[in-house]
C-alpha cells in the first residue's frame, strides 16, 4: 500500500467516523449532512475523500458499541416497541419496518421509518385524520428496484418521545423493496411478525 493511499484511507476513517459520532451523538439525521458537516470540521475540500454510506454505517455500529452499548439497547427495544405499535395501528396498510430501528444503528434523534401501501395517499391522510393524529406531510425521492427515481409521499407525526416517518407506495410495490440508501441493495423491510420477533429475542 502505497504512502498516499495510506493517508487517503486514514482521511476516510477519520470522516467515517467524526460521521458516525454527529450521527450518534448531535442528531445529524442522515448521511449526506453527516458528511458535509464532518468535511468542514476536518477542513477536507476534496469530495473524493469522502467515505461511502456502507462505511459510515459500519463506523456508526463501531461508535454506538464501543460509546453506547447499554443506553443503544434499551432505546433500540424503545424504538421498536413504539414501531409494532405504530404498526398494529396502521395495520390495514401492511407496514414494514425500515431503516436505522430495524439495522439497529438508530442515533438519538432517529424517527421509525415505516412503509405503507394503499391504493392512493389519500387512503392514509384520511385514516390518520378519522382518527385525529395530527400529521405533517413530505415528498422522499427512493431508487426503485428497477432502478428508476420516484418522488413518494411521507406522513409524519410523533408518538410519544419519537417521530413517525410514513411513506406510501402502491400496492404492486409491496412486492420489490425500494434501493437502500447505504448499499444500493434492496431495502431491508420487516413486518409484524419479523418486529416482534426482534423484540422477543432481546426479551429471552
Known amino acids: ?33 453527516a458528511k458535509r458537516k464532518a468535511a468542514v470540521r476536518l477542513a477536507v475540500a476534496n469530495k473524493a475523500l469522502l467515505p461511502d ?22 432505546r433500540l427495544q424503545d424504538l421498536r416497541k413504539t414501531a409494532l405499535d405504530a404498526m398494529r395501528f396502521l395495520a390495514r396498510f401492511r407496514p414494514r419496518l425500515v431503516g436505522p430501528v430495524l439495522s439497529g444503528t438508530a442515533g438519538l434523534s432517529a424517527d421509525i421509518q415505516l412503509h405503507l401501501f394503499a391504493d392512493a395517499p389519500q387512503d392514509v391522510a384520511l385514516f390518520l ?27 409524519r407525526f410523533g408518538a410519544g418521545d419519537h417521530g413517525l416517518d410514513l411513506t406510501v407506495f402502491t400496492l404492486l410495490a409491496e412486492r420489490e423493496a425500494p434501493r437502500s440508501p447505504v448499499d444500493g441493495r434492496p431495502m431491508q423491510r420487516a413486518g409484524l411478525a419479523k418486529v416482534e420477533t426482534l423484540l422477543a429475542n432481546v426479551l429471552d
Do not use: W, Y
Not at 9 to 24: D, F, G, P, S, Y
Open 1 to 33: 500500500m502505497t504512502h498516499h493511499h495510506r493517508d487517503v484511507q486514514r482521511v476516510k476513517t477519520l470522516l467515517a467516523q467524526e460521521c458516525a459520532r454527529l450521527m450518534a451523538d448531535e442528531g445529524v439525521p442522515n448521511f449526506r449532512t
Open 53 to 74: 454510506n456502507r462505511e459510515i454505517e459500519q463506523a456508526l455500529m463501531d461508535h454506538q458499541r464501543l460509546f453506547h452499548a447499554d443506553q443503544q439497547a434499551s
Open 129 to 155: 385524520m378519522e382518527h385525529q393524529v395530527p400529521f405533517e406531510t413530505a415528498d422522499r425521492r427512493l431508487r426503485l428496484g428497477n432502478g428508476d427515481l420516484a418522488c413518494l409521499p411521507v406522513f
